[in-house]
């Protein structure tokens, strides 16, 4: 029989210089056919008894049906589909008619604040604020509905493409109306700065494509940010210019929504900028392949995260943050801060970060709520890591009313990499962990039969993963597979 054993760390294995072996079975079966999934807990044994029902001939189309639902057309895609559907409707309707060019403008400008908004901080800390304080008492269908918020990508990624669509057909009627016999200054001026628009929101939306983003995170980025400051002061030289061939420039602009809406976008893009400061920052190595930034600039909750550069207009970095107040520290060089990061090596800026120990750095912004932060309203979590991924999960630690829970990490040579007060504050979570060794005498565990286990032994009600794409994917596949509430973010989350 294959031998279906992991190695672990247990707690007090990490006191001790050696490493102490504790095997643990993970005979669990993982088809959604075994008669075991009957013993998941409520309220999820409903559904897992059902899929268990299936017959031989049924199981293929159940797959090819679960893969369309949780993959093909995941939430994210859902959103998006919406978003975007919702869009092309009015917008064939409006052409049909014979819509006037700033009625298309409007639209456009309308689909830019919903999308714009989508990443603005205080308005994503509203919104994880709102749908995170659902009690631990609502029924599943709500707390699994208010999760979704996470997937807020798929709104800022239709109505940026719908809003493109909507700008398409603007500078298609005006173009249509233009008359070169007839054309003064003004309005070849607009035409030139119409197509110039288009052509900024066009590079947004090429580069935000997932395999160019991916391949070229730093030219989505710079295209990114400055192409929608482009298009934003091109828009107020616009409707401007527009307004000027009117009989009332200020009655053509207050009766205008693109106007509005302009003022809005502004603000919420500059908001960021304006609390641009470069911080102290005191740096912890922890291996060649590992830092902790501490930081005392302000404090963090639950769930938040902050974003950090080395140069105030290029590669800003996202990382979730958790209090140091849990640590016990020696070192009077952390004894006054207030929250630190996790950065481990997984590119050029984390490298170079790790290899020069930076003590400042630039933030921007407030500390914004993330993934995390939706996992309060339940009581029984299990938390699947691997890598640096356990720094976000130690954000819980600043939820004094958090779930209990249960952690499941697999990372290579957890103690060399990642220290002794890292071990620490994961026992702070759960006692007992499940901490998965990868050094090269062992070769990396599947995760998906553990957290089965876990989920059948804590009687959980949800599970949170928090690792690279296609872990994430797959763990959170298989348990969806099987009606068990999983939540991982992806790379627009």
Known sequence: ????????????????????????????????????????????KEKADL???????????????????????????????????????????????????????????????????????????????????VPRSAPTTIKRLACRIFHLGGVHSGTG???????????????????????????????????????????????????????????FELVHRF????????????????????????????NLPAFWILILLTAATIHPWLLLRKVTVTPEPLSPHAIRLHFDHTTVKFGQGIQVAKHPLKDWHSFACFPDRFDNVKDTALANTKFSCIVSRVGDWTKDTIIAQPTKLWKRGVPTYGFGYVFRMFSRIIVV???????????????????????LWQTRSPLKTYGQRTLDLVSRMDQNPVIIDTSEKRKREEMLPQVLR?????????????SNPAVTKEVVFGLEMRGILAYGPIFDS
């Open 161 to 219: 493409v719908a809003s493109l669509i909507w700008y398409i057909g603007f500078a298609g009627t005006y173009t249509y109306q233009f008359n070169p016999a007839t054309a003064n200054p003004i309005s070849i001026i607009v035409l030139a700065l119409i197509y110039s628009v288009f052509a900024l929101l066009l590079s947004i939306i090429v580069v935000a494509h997932p395999t160019i983003r991916r391949k070229h995170h730093d030219v």
């Open 51 to 133: 899929e268990a029902q299936t017959t031989p001939e049924e199981e293929p189309l159940r797959k090819r049906l679960g893969f369309i639902r949780y993959t093909a057309l995941n939430v994210y895609r859902r959103l998006f589909t919406l978003a975007f559907i919702g869009n092309i409707i009015p917008l064939i309707i409006y052409l049909v008619r014979g819509a006037e060019p700033l009625d298309l403008v409007n639209a456009s400008a309308i689909n830019l604040a919903v999308c714009g908004l989508c990443r603005q901080p205080l308005v994503l800390n509203l919104l994880y604020l709102i749908f995170g304080s």
């Open 454 to 466: 876990l989920v059948k032994e804590f009687d959980a009600e949800a599970v949170c993963v928090i």
């Open 1 to 44: 029989m294959e031998d279906r054993t992991v190695v672990v760390y247990g707690e007090k294995d990490w006191k001790k210089d050696e490493i102490i072996e504790t095997r643990i079975d993970l005979s669990y079966p993982v088809s959604p056919t075994d008669s075991d999934l009957s013993s998941l807990p409520s309220p999820l």
């Open 227 to 254: 192409a929608n400051w482009g298009i934003l002061a091109l828009f107020w030289v616009v409707i401007s210019l527009l307004g000027t061939q009117e009989p009332s420039l200020e009655k053509f602009l207050l």
């Open 385 to 407: 890591t691997t890598g640096s991924g356990i720094g976000p999960c130690l954000s819980f630690l600043a939820d004094e009313n958090r779930p209990s829970m249960r952690v």
